[in-house]
């Protein structure tokens, strides 16, 4: 079965500090996609990143980093000084053949 | 368009009216998949379009529920007799590629629906 977990419900940070959103996953598929998507206030799903299964290469784009790794079935994403902007529902997705299944989502609120 | 496009944005029907809800994918992009977000809770697949095929409807939670894409772009989610657990937004995505794991997945903004 493939399943999504993102434990922390709600996050509130200061403007500036770091924040690590956390991602668990479950899946029997040996190749695989993981997603992180952003939603505002506006509702649209905004894309972020896209890693396969194969590939546990930690990647940064800009003050976005993501940490891959399938020995802890995670896949967590790290803002680093975070801005009011960020403030939004995270959501992590695994990709299935033809969907993507994703977790029940972490609300930041970055303060001023 | 740029990206995905929905409509309506925002509809409130009443309970026992058939709702239908219009996707309009990114120019050229292969697959098309609908997903239903309650409150507060992630998206959850309900269909999924390659072209014109709906190769899985798997997600469809009843018979109620009816979607459909002719002609491999436009698409429509139907909802016959409304209940009041239809509420939700209803997010169309769409993918350039047609293979079995789908390349990035672009979202539209979503249809809100509000049955009273």
């Known amino acids: 079965a493939q399943k999504v977990t993102q434990a922390q419900t709600e996050i509130s940070v200061v403007e500036k500090e770091d924040v690590t959103l956390d991602c668990v996953y479950e899946t029997r598929d040996t190749t695989y996609y993981l997603f992180w998507y952003k939603q505002p206030p506006s509702g649209e799903l905004v894309f972020l990143i896209r890693r396969n299964s194969f590939d546990e290469q930690n990647e940064i784009s800009g003050r976005y980093s993501w940490n891959f790794q399938k020995s802890t079935s995670s896949f967590n994403f790290t803002i680093t000084a975070s801005q009011v902007v960020d403030s939004a529902v995270y959501f992590c997705?695994?990709?299935?053949?033809?969907?993507?299944?994703f977790g029940t989502g972490t609300r930041l609120t970055v303060i001023p | 368009g740029a990206g995905v496009s929905q409509s309506p944005r925002y509809k409130v029907a009443k309970r026992g009216q058939d709702v239908a809800l219009r996707c309009d994918p990114i120019?050229?992009?292969?697959?098309l998949f609908w997903y239903q977000q309650a409150l507060g809770q992630g998206p959850e697949f309900l269909t999924y379009f390659q072209n014109e095929a709906q190769l899985d409807k798997s997600g469809l939670p009843s018979d109620r529920f009816f979607a459909e894409r002719p002609e491999g772009s436009v698409s429509t989610l139907k909802i016959q007799r409304t209940q009041q657990e239809d509420s939700a937004v209803y997010l169309c995505a769409s993918s350039s590629t047609g293979t079995a794991f789908p390349d990035s997945i672009y979202f539209g903004e979503g249809s809100w629906l509000t049955v009273v």
């Open positions: 120019s050229g992009h292969v697959s």
């Open positions: 997705a695994l990709g299935g053949a033809n969907n993507l299944f």
